[in-house]
């Protein structure tokens, strides 16, 4: 049957992502289904039970394969390592039933969005739909392409100006109607999950249905207090179970509750503005922004700007301003158009607008892009609600072992059937005798005794401020062997200080202007642009926003001020920026910088620039910031220093952020002009203004836990989105590599028009001199590594560029590299997620440490992910410490070691206690001889002592990290030889 589903493989659901789902059709077949009905009542109910565990077996008994576009009933398995099944119905929705006119017309679309997959999803003229349900998205049958797709969001395909003109107006009242029975409503409902629901969930785990079965039958033979102490000890161990999770059920409604009931008002095709509930928004509805509001769904931005608290998704409560959708009139599809800045125009689910800037006559407005579960929020809900399995090599060999124990069973069941029928025995006691040894193998409490260690840890984790929401993962961290560390917020601190400034005159650094020195920034170019050049708001009298721009800003000692009256004489607008000299700020001829035109920070493009006008000027300038390698070609050549690479490496490598500032005159007289600039023009043909270099200091706990790391052999990795020269120096000054050691840079290259792509290596040491004459190389496959000396320690270092074009062009090369990787700088959150996965496909099992900033998915692809943040981002991690330094990482490590060696303790002496108490049983079976009630309940009270006593005993307060033992091996000892 598994062949036959394999032929019928159809489609795939979510192709190229990670949730990947194969999908196999079958259609329901009567004769199946009443002999399924008939057999599940013979067997009282086995049968649906064992098809509740394994759902692929009910669809193959029940149902017969056939194509997707007949199935009723669809099989979906994960395309990951897990193999796991899931059963859905396929659902028929009508369109007949609405209360509304809807045109039968074959030729005639239902909406207008020619690229929506409603027009080709709704059979004509029976107006009907198939669409299934998988964790909470909806999926539609596409009749033209022969597979299902996803509904409840706009199209990627559309283009800006798709966007900006078939929604632009709203959409008629039909066509909302339409949509809101395809789609669903745009809510994120998590159920309060009933004790009930809870409760038969548990004690339908097969280990528990063994134990249920196991006391029915003791009780039957008298083993009354025996059986009702083991009733109470696993009542207990449910009980705690089904309370955490029925807090965390409750924990999470009251998460998402307050999205449903928003208040929103949107404009509507022909009838104007509409106040309605946010669950009835539909995508390509016009949403007004009147001000404060919490987003009820994901939009993109038409017409207007806003600020942003992007704080649930990045975990940094940072205000982000939003700008409009451009007016393109080409074809391509709008994520394209922006690149990887598409996400300067969307405002994501659960974020605050704090703040509307109206760019004209009418309101601020936006495009509803995505409802429910399939917005950013939804998503983040589906990752809690539908959590990553745990592939945990100590509970397979468990299970594997507890297998070998029942077939133990089964041969003790044969035994006693043969003793009971040589001594002439009844035939009921001897069916009830050899069912007796049968469950004597399997210890009924193993369920109960192996969570007591997790218990424990959880409550001395919860001592040290260190919160779980997933208890398994506990004993994953027993076997962490390596752990990647965010840099900024974690291993530094999270602010940065200012250093000081390096202006440039005539291609030449100047002297070093220090911060520390008390006098105010002199006047001139760079100082303008420190002042103008960043995304900072005024809110409500006080300046917010990103950290690293506020204490630029800062160092200038101007003042930002609201657009007042004299300035919108001139024609500025009152969304434009005003900044002044502040009393403490050196003298300047110039009365007021207004900044126009603001082109956003990209971590694509590592920059950003803004058009500013100084008061009494008629022309207009261009201000640019960013990463300095970067903004180096952006400038003419004869502007930058001829030492500017050195000058660079100075500061990179003792530690300091050093970022790089330019600037323009613009040959233009008209505002109006302004508003047409391209980002492309505005950047180009720039003037160096010199360096903005910023201290950023380790955290004083950060080098005593990576010693203490290392000294457990555990690995440790920075991933950072920083300079990789500061990245370098921040893991030689903490340590985390070690005095003496060769880093190796690695650089490789996407194919040029004659040139292939290809991967160069380089010691940190010779970046200047060139390669030194002593070199010998390390053959590492078909590419050889230049250090120093044979055999010295060595590694690697790469930027996130570099990581990918190894990732897409020498897969095969990249483990190798991984094996001695340390220092992974310019990472994109995306790149993050898989350089964590990678490591585990190299079987280590990773622990990953972050401030909940741009982590979020490494966080929950780690075996753990500690998270330093406490914003809703969080939530996704398994761990949360409230401590926001690394030292929760040994602690976490400690108490998972204590944990397994619990674990291990409790597997060992259950498992050896049911193999004794198995042997003598079947010794006093030959003299049809029993153990006494009460003989069966001391050795289990004695063993729960025992169990408790290795539980307690293994608290590692007191405890360094050991060195990471080889637990399979440990853990086949215990079970075979028992030492």
């Not at 022909?270 to 009147?290: C, Y």
């Not at 069916?431 to 193998?441: I, K, R």
């Not at 893991?731 to 792509?757: D, H, T, Y």
Request: aromatic content about 8%.
């Amino acid at each position: 049957m598994e062949e036959e589903s394999k032929k019928d493989h159809q489609a795939l659901l979510n192709p190229g992502e990670e949730n990947e789902l194969e999908v196999f059709g079958y259609q329901t077949q009567k004769l199946r289904r009443v002999l399924f009905l008939v057999t599940s009542l013979l067997t009282c109910g086995v049968l649906p039970l064992i098809f509740y565990w394994k759902p692929q077996w009910r669809v193959w008994a029940c149902c017969i394969p056939c194509s997707l576009q007949e199935a009723d009933t669809v099989l979906l398995r994960t395309t990951d390592e897990f193999q796991r099944y899931m059963r859905k119905k396929v659902i028929c929705l009508y369109l007949s039933t609405l209360k509304i006119p809807i045109s039968k017309n074959t030729e005639e679309p239902l909406v207008a969005d020619c690229h929506s997959v409603i027009n080709k999803a709704v059979l004509k003229p029976e107006l009907k739909l198939r669409c299934i349900q998988v964790q909470k998205i909806r999926y539609v049958w596409n009749n033209l392409e022969k597979k299902f797709q996803k509904v409840g969001l706009l199209e990627d395909s559309n283009s800006c100006y798709d966007i900006h003109h078939t929604f632009g107006l709203g959409l008629t009242t039909e066509e909302q109607e339409i949509r809101r029975l395809v789609c669903g409503p745009n809510a994120i409902e998590v159920e309060i999950q009933p004790i009930w629901k809870l409760l038969v969930k548990q004690v339908l785990n097969p280990f528990y249905v063994l134990q249920v079965f196991t006391l029915t039958l003791w009780l039957s033979q008298g083993y009354i207090e025996y059986s009702v102490a083991i009733i109470i000890l696993s009542v207990l161990s449910i009980g705690l179970s089904v309370y955490d999770l029925r807090q965390q059920s409750v924990k999470l409604h009251n998460l998402v509750e307050d999205h449903n009931k928003v208040q929103v008002k949107i404009t509507v095709k022909g009838k104007g503005l509409q106040e309605l509930e946010s669950r009835l928004l539909v995508p390509g509805d016009v949403l007004i922004l009147p001000g404060k509001l919490s987003l009820p769904c994901d939009a993109v931005l038409i017409d207007g700007s806003c600020v942003v608290n992007e704080g649930m998704l990045t975990g940094e409560s940072i205000p982000v301003i939003k700008t409009p959708l451009p007016h393109a009139e080409n074809t391509t599809a709008w994520k394209s158009h922006s690149l990887e800045d598409y996400r300067k125009h969307v405002l994501f689910c659960g974020t605050e607008v704090i703040q509307v800037k109206p760019s004209g006559q009418g309101p601020v407005r936006a495009v509803v892009l995505q409802t429910g579960y399939n917005t950013a929020k939804g998503d983040l809900v589906r990752s809690i609600l539908y959590p990553r399995p745990l592939n945990f090599k100590l509970y397979n060999d468990a299970f594997k072992f507890i297998v070998s124990l029942a077939f133990l069973g089964i041969m003790g069941f044969f035994y006693a059937l043969g003793v009971y029928k040589y001594h002439g025995a009844s035939p009921q006691d001897t069916m009830a005798m050899a069912l007796l040894l049968l469950t004597v193998a399997v210890p009924p409490v193993l369920p109960a005794a192996l969570t007591t260690g997790i218990v424990y840890a959880q409550r001395r984790l919860k001592k040290k401020r260190i919160f779980c929401i997933s208890p398994q993962r506990i004993n994953m961290c027993g076997q962490i062997n390596l752990v990647c560390f965010d840099k900024t917020g974690t291993l530094t601190e999270d602010g940065l200080d200012l250093w000081g400034t390096v202006p440039t005159v005539d291609s030449c650094f100047q002297e070093v202007h220090s911060f520390t020195s008390g006098k105010a920034l002199p006047w001139g170019p760079l100082c303008a642009a420190m002042a103008s050049c960043h995304s900072l708001i005024l809110l409500d009298g006080t300046i917010q926003g990103d950290p690293l721009d506020l204490k630029m800003f800062e160092g200038t000692a101007w003042i930002i001020e609201d657009c007042n009256a004299d300035y919108c004489e001139l024609g500025i607008s009152d969304s434009n920026v005003i900044i002044k000299p502040g009393p403490k700020a050196s003298q300047s001829p110039v009365e007021a910088i207004i900044v126009l035109r603001q082109f956003p920070f990209s971590s694509s493009l590592q920059r950003m620039s803004v058009v500013a006008q100084l008061a009494g000027e008629d022309h207009f300038h261009v201000y640019v910031k960013g990463a300095p390698e970067m903004l180096a070609r952006f400038c003419r050549p004869e502007t930058v220093p001829r030492n500017f690479p050195k000058e660079l490496r100075n500061y990179t490598v003792q530690g300091f952020r050093v970022i790089a500032l330019a600037h323009k005159v613009l040959k233009m007289e008209k505002l109006s002009e302004v508003k047409s600039l391209t980002r492309e023009h505005v950047e180009s043909e720039l003037t160096l203004l010199g360096l903005l270099v910023m201290e950023n200091r380790l955290k004083k706990e950060t080098k005593a836990v990576l010693k203490e790391l290392s000294e457990a052999r555990i690995r440790t990795v920075m991933i950072t989105g920083d300079n990789l020269q500061t990245a370098i120096t921040v893991a030689k000054n903490s340590e985390m590599i070690p005095r003496g050691s060769q880093v190796i840079l690695v650089e490789a290259n996407e194919p040029e028009e004659f040139a292939p792509a290809s991967v160069t290596w380089q010691l940190v040491e010779n970046q200047e001199n060139g390669p030194g004459k002593n070199e010998t190389y390390i053959n590492i496959g078909n590419s050889s590594v230049p250090v120093e000396e044979k055999g010295s320690c060595y590694h690697f270092a790469m930027s996130g560029k570099s990581y990918q074009v190894i990732l897409q062009r020498f897969n095969s090369l990249l483990p190798k590299i991984l094996v001695n990787g340390t220092i992974f700088a310019r990472m994109s959150p995306g790149q993050k997620s898989s350089l964590v996965e990678e490591f585990q496909k190299l079987n280590y099992y990773v622990g990953m440490c972050g401030d909940g900033a741009n982590d979020c998915g490494a966080l929950k692809m780690a075996h753990a992910g500690i998270s330093l943040s406490e914003q809703e981002a969080s939530v996704a991690s398994p761990f949360t410490s409230k401590t926001t330094n690394i030292e929760c990482v040994p602690h976490l490590i400690r108490e998972g070691r204590a944990a397994l060696v619990s674990s291990f303790g409790v597997f060992k002496y259950l498992t050896m206690y049911g193999m004794i108490q198995f042997i003598g049983t079947s010794l006093l079976y030959w003299q049809l001889q029993l153990f006494g009630n009460y003989q069966y309940l001391m050795q289990d009270v004695a063993i729960t002592l025992m169990v408790c006593l290795t539980s307690q005993q293994n608290s590692p307060d007191k405890r360094r990290i050991s060195i990471q033992p080889h637990l399979r091996k440990v853990f086949v000892s215990y079970c075979v030889f028992g030492t």
